[in-house]
């Protein structure tokens, strides 16, 4: 029987999948569960021919240069692979994977749960009542803004957009989208397309991210961006931090023309942007989009799949690179 290969999973996964990976790799994990600097997750891809790491693992083009020949995968427990310097990757022959479909469901919850969050002020009135300053009750006490019946946009209907968009129907609202490409009718499921970014902005009371960070999609969400937006909009981001530009951001909600933000993802992470800290007008979660015990399972199996694939000769499913 030959050797199994060698994995790292750089961290504290779900037991089912540790198990799994235990069973079918040489695995080593990372029971402590810390972030590993540049160098020592280097240091400890050296004796392994595979690596299962979430988005918190860097793999820039220094790191990528630093692998052992022998790492021939890098299979991803997560969807978005802006962590990765795919380029690199490729000129040094290593094949990339990813897990998506199987955090659709959990990712599309949080984006309701920000625009929810947003919309109703459920940050404001969480910390009044637990700091027992609820003091009063009016008809005018914390209004906030009704989303049934609005417009919700999104930027970038792929597969967490589709659903978030379906979930945003069952509160009647109407859908629009920007992509690069229209989609089939069947894939738009009626929502209506905006050719251009700047149109979509502007008739989205609800403006929801869905698309990845790329070069050309960082900093899409900038100061122009938002005051094209309606008088009064709601920003959600559960996709990548970077898309926004933070400080606009923070601008735009002083100002009152976004009413609210709802948000789960930031340019530093962890530990978000402080300015954002300051203001009432802003629901924030600390990148949790996937994190339910169903979807940990799935995307650790859907990762295992992946690399079983590679080391069995054939092409995994979720290759991105
Ligand atoms: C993803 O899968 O990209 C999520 O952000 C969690 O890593």
Same mark, same amino acid.
Request: aromatic share 6%; hydrophobic share 45%; charged share 25%.
């Given at each position: ?14 037991? *089912?999948?540790?198990?799994?990976? *235990? ?51 890098? *299979? ?11 380029? #690199? ?73 589709? $659903?978030? *968009? ?136 859907? #990762? ?15 290759? $991105?690179?």
């Amino acid at each position: 029987m030959s050797a199994k290969p060698r994995l790292l999973v750089t961290r504290r996964l779900t037991e *089912a999948v540790q198990a799994r990976a *235990a069973r079918d790799y040489d695995a080593t994990f990372n029971e402590a569960d810390r972030v590993f600097s540049p160098t020592e997750l280097i240091e400890r891809c050296q004796e392994v021919d595979a690596v299962l790491p979430c988005h918190s693992e860097i793999f820039d083009a220094s790191v990528i240069g630093a692998l052992p020949e022998r790492l021939k995968i890098i *299979a991803n427990h997560s969807v978005g692979v802006d962590h990765v310097d795919l380029a #690199a990757a490729s000129a040094r022959g290593i094949v990339v994977t990813n897990t998506p479909d199987v955090l659709s469901d959990a990712t599309a919850e949080i984006a309701i749960l920000c625009m929810l969050g947003a919309a109703r002020r459920a940050s404001e009135g969480d910390r009044m009542v637990r700091e027992g300053r609820w003091a009063h009750w009016s008809p005018s006490f914390m209004v906030g803004r009704q989303i049934t019946g609005r417009r919700f946009g999104v930027v970038g209907l792929g597969r967490v957009g589709r $659903v978030t *968009a379906l979930r945003a129907r069952g509160f009647g609202m109407e859908v629009h989208y920007h992509n690069r490409r229209r989609l089939s009718p069947e894939q738009e499921m009626g929502a209506v397309f905006h050719e251009t970014l700047e149109d979509l902005l502007g008739v989205s009371d609800v403006l929801s991210l869905h698309c990845p960070a790329t070069p050309a999609t960082t900093g899409m969400i900038d100061a122009a961006a938002l005051a094209r937006l309606p008088e009064g909009a709601i920003l959600v981001n559960t996709a990548r931090g970077n898309l926004v530009d933070e400080v606009a951001l923070a601008d735009a909600l002083r100002s009152g023309h976004l009413f609210a933000a709802g948000l789960d993802v930031y340019r530093d992470e962890p530990g978000g942007n402080p300015a954002l800290f300051e203001l009432e007008n802003v629901f924030l979660l600390p990148h949790i989009g996937s994190a339910t015990g169903e979807t940990r399972d799935a995307m650790g199996n859907r #990762a295992l799949h992946n690399l079983d694939a590679f080391f069995a000769g054939r092409a995994p499913a979720d290759r $991105v690179s």
